[in-house]
Each structure stands twice: as structure tokens, then as C-alpha cells.
């Protein structure tokens, strides 16, 4: 009998529960989204940071990142409409709009026709506040797609129009490619443009400090910039500059009005050295882009039940993989400790090396490996020791690059020189037991990892055009 009471009174109570499910569906509270896309971030670019901060506290426990600590975790595919191994645009486009397209288009149709909304285009008609942070220029193709729409990503003037004319709260980073341009005797600048709708503009330390809530949008650029507009290479030093942290930092800062966010944050030039197969410099930007990630971590820690963190990638670029033919089962991570510059900061070095070249080839190679043992550690025994024949590479390279013809300078552009560099880095990535197999993107899936409620959507294997979908899902406000 009591059993017989016990089972009409779960019935009952289940009936009221499945009718009560179906009048008001479970209201998600999420209020806080972060979308980080580490750019051109594969599985061996997180492993290497890890092994490299193992070997550098001579740690056999495995080191974890922030992110990799998170309990959700899937692999995303990446392939574009029109090829496999993908590019930013497209790949930002699907991350950005849950539509594949096109290489190059930046959240448009194939065809380069039709817009397609973005999630902060989108957020911001639910209310959200919205950020877009990247450590490269803001009219990069990653962060370009969550603003802007055109047919091509070198579009980068229609790009900072598009951005200058946006309802984005918040834009922190580098700088624009094309920042100005003369149109029927029209000088049109983008940043005057941005502030005549409504952009406060800060491109100085003290100014972005003095950033407070209340002012409303926010264009931040960093004070000092590297080639193409991006902030510089953290090997590079930073110093003078918010970090890509404190962007996101200060964008919590002046987002959390109550109203929720959400916040794009690229680590942009994680790409930028798997295409020059510089392995110490993209180290320097994974751990970078990390400690971004721990800030918003520290965000969720205080508001755990309103916050969602997703970290992808667009794609993988450059192919490492963890172990080479020549080193077999070494990996020597921590001779990348060695490495003080980017391989673009040692391009300029060389610059200024062939300006003062003495034209005796002995003496100039003597000064050379001074330099390379000053920047690398190579050549120097305390450091990284090169064999003879490593040297006599050297030194041929050296004499062929450094010299045209005979006793000739390299030409200003620096065309043959960079061999010089490149050696240079695929040397350090073969002592430290590293391979790449290209300079371009390949196409394996990347890794996602999420942390928050509804974090397991992002479970197991999902495509890139999921990714916004499921935020959506999440940040949607259910009646
Ligand atoms: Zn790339």
C-alpha cells in the first residue's frame, strides 16, 4: 500500500514537473560569454607551451594551462565552403555567424553578397554589452568578422568603416592597416570617424588606465605597435603597453554593468609565428594568450553560475608536432629559453647588421655569430653548442645571403637576409626536437575547451559553425 502511495505520488509529482518543464523552459542564466580564438592554435601549440613551462621549472608533472584545466573538451572542424584546410575569414566567419563560407569573405555569404549576424552583432540586439579584443590589428580577419562584413579580408579600409560605424562597446588591441584614405579629395580617417560616432579614443598608457565605466564605447589601441599594425611579439617585449590581460581586464571592467557581455579575445600572433615557424615566439604568445584566459577564469570564479569561457582556434598554422626525425624521442624544449627575439625582430637586426658590413666576409661571419649567440644561445658552449657542420651551414648561408655576388650588400628589402633568420629558427626548432610541416594552415581539427553552465555542448566532436550556435543557446534570454 505505502509503495502504491509512494508510486501515484511520483506520478504525480513527475506529471507536474514535465508540464511545468513545457510552460517555462529551464532558463539558462548565462549573462557572460568569452569566446578566446588563439589563432592558428593546435593541439602541439598548447603541448609545447606546457612542455616548454615543465622544462623550464624542471618539472616531470605535467604542466597545465589555465584553459586545459577546464572540464569541458571536444575537437572542432575547420574546413571552409570552398577548401579544406581553412583560412581566418572563413574560419572566423563560421566561429563568428554559425555559417561556413568562402576563403577571404568576412562574415558574407560565398558569394560575397549577403551579410551574414554575427553573435556580437547579435548579442547586442538582446542587449549584451560586446568586446572585441586581439593582439594583432582590429581589422584582422578575427576580429573583423564579429563587426564587419565585406567580400574580402583586404578589405581593410571598408573594414575600419565597418568598425568605426559599429555598436561595439568595446574594441582593444592593435591598430588599422589602412588607418586613412584620400576618396574625391576627401582625406577620411577611420579613428575620427569611430569618434564621431561615439568612440572615446585612447591609444596611450595613461589614457587607458584612466579608462572608467561610463564612458561609454571604448576604441583602445595599444601605444606602441610592430610591423603591420599588430601589438609586438611578447619575445619582443611589451613594455609600455597593456597586455593582451589587461585589454580583457579593462574590458570587464567597463562592460559589467549589469546588462552581460560578450567578449571576443584573439591571440592573434600565435598565428603570425606558426607561419614563421618560430617555436619560442609562438611559446611567448600561447602563454600570453593564457594569461588573458586566467583573467576571465578569475571572472568566472566570482560569478560561476552566469559565465561561460569557450577557447578555440581558427585553425592550426605551420603543422608542429612535437618530436623530429633527427632528435627522435629528445625533446629539448628548454633550449628556446635562448631565444630573446622574434624572428621579425631579427630580421631588423640583420637590417642593421648589413648597413655595417665591413666587406671582409671572415670577420663580418665572426661578428654574426657573436650576434647569433647574443639572440639564440647558438655557438655559445654554456648555451647551445653547434657542430661543425651546423657552423659550416652557417657560415654558407651567411655568405650567401649576407653577400650578393661578390662582396655585394643585400638589398634594402631584406629579401635575402630573412634565409639568415629562417635557418636560424629551424635550427632552434630542431635542436629543441620540434618539426613543421608547413608555413601555411593545415587542416586538423583544433581543440576546444570550455568551462561554465552548458559547458558540456561543447563536448566531443562539434564543427566550427557550432560554436556561436551554442553561445547563442546559452546567452538566449527564454521567456
Ligand atoms: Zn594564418
Redesign the pocket.
Known amino acids: 500500500m505505502k509503495k502504491v502511495v509512494f508510486s501515484i505520488l511520483i506520478l504525480t509529482w513527475s506529471a507536474f514537473f514535465l508540464v511545468s518543464c513545457q510552460n517555462k523552459p529551464q532558463k539558462t542564466q548565462i549573462k557572460y560569454a568569452f569566446l578566446f580564438i588563439g ?2 592554435m593546435g593541439q602541439a601549440q598548447i603541448n609545447i607551451a606546457q612542455a616548454y613551462e615543465m622544462a623550464i621549472n624542471k618539472k616531470i608533472a605535467f604542466k597545465h594551462l589555465t584553459f586545459t584545466q577546464f572540464p569541458s573538451t571536444g575537437w572542432v572542424t575547420t574546413y571552409a565552403n570552398n577548401r579544406f584546410i581553412t ?2 575569414a572563413a574560419a572566423g566567419t563560421a566561429l563568428a555567424t554559425g555559417h561556413k563560407t568562402n576563403i577571404g569573405r568576412i562574415s558574407m555569404d560565398p558569394d560575397g553578397t549577403a551579410p551574414f549576424e554575427s553573435i556580437a552583432e547579435w548579442a547586442k540586439k538582446q542587449g549584451l554589452k560586446t568586446g572585441i579584443i586581439t593582439s594583432v590589428s582590429i581589422d584582422h580577419a578575427t576580429p573583423a568578422v564579429f563587426y564587419a562584413h565585406q567580400p574580402s579580408r583586404g578589405n581593410y579600409f571598408e573594414i575600419g568603416l565597418d568598425l568605426a560605424a559599429s555598436d561595439i562597446d568595446f574594441f582593444g588591441g592593435g591598430g588599422f592597416v589602412i588607418p586613412m584614405k584620400v576618396i574625391n579629395g576627401d582625406t577620411i580617417r577611420i579613428i575620427k570617424r569611430a569618434i564621431e560616432n561615439g568612440f572615446a579614443f585612447v591609444n596611450t598608457l595613461e589614457g587607458f588606465k584612466a579608462l572608467k565605466p561610463g564612458t561609454g564605447k571604448v576604441l583602445a589601441i595599444a601605444p606602441r605597435l610592430a610591423a603591420d599594425a599588430a601589438m609586438p611579439y611578447m619575445i619582443d617585449g611589451n613594455e609600455g603597453n597593456p597586455s593582451l590581460a589587461d585589454f580583457t581586464q579593462k574590458a570587464i571592467d567597463l562592460l559589467q554593468d549589469g546588462s552581460g557581455f560578450f567578449m571576443m579575445v584573439e591571440g592573434g600572433k600565435i ?2 609565428a ?2 614563421g615557424n618560430d617555436a619560442a615566439t609562438n611559446i611567448m604568445e600561447m602563454l600570453a594568450f593564457d594569461e588573458a584566459i586566467a583573467v576571465a577564469k578569475a571572472f568566472y570564479d566570482q560569478h560561476p553560475n552566469e559565465t561561460i569561457i569557450v577557447v578555440t582556434a ?2 592550426e ?1 605551420g603543422g608542429l608536432a612535437l618530436g623530429n626525425g633527427g632528435m627522435q624521442y629528445e625533446l629539448n624544449v628548454a633550449v628556446l629559453a635562448n631565444q630573446h627575439i622574434s624572428s621579425e625582430g631579427f630580421d631588423m637586426k640583420l637590417a642593421e647588421f648589413s648597413r655595417q658590413l665591413s666587406g671582409d666576409k671572415g670577420k663580418d661571419f665572426a661578428d654574426m655569430l657573436i650576434l647569433f649567440g647574443q639572440e639564440f644561445g647558438l655557438g655559445d658552449s654554456t648555451k647551445i653548442s653547434l657542430t661543425s657542420s651546423e657552423l659550416t651551414q652557417l657560415q654558407h648561408v651567411f655568405n650567401q645571403n649576407m653577400y650578393i655576388g661578390a662582396g655585394e650588400k643585400p638589398d634594402a628589402s631584406g629579401s635575402s637576409y630573412k634565409h639568415i633568420t629562417s635557418f636560424l629558427i629551424k635550427l632552434m626548432s630542431n635542436k629543441a626536437g620540434l618539426g613543421w610541416t608547413s608555413y ?2 593545415t587542416g586538423i581539427n583544433v581543440p576546444v575547451y570550455a568551462i561554465g553552465p552548458g559547458s558540456e555542448m561543447f563536448n566531443g566532436m562539434i564543427d566550427n559553425t557550432d560554436i556561436p550556435k551554442n553561445l547563442e543557446t546559452l546567452l538566449m534570454v527564454q521567456e
Do not use: N
Open positions: 589563432d592558428g583560412g581566418s598565428d603570425w606558426g607561419h581558427d585553425h598554422t601555411s594552415h
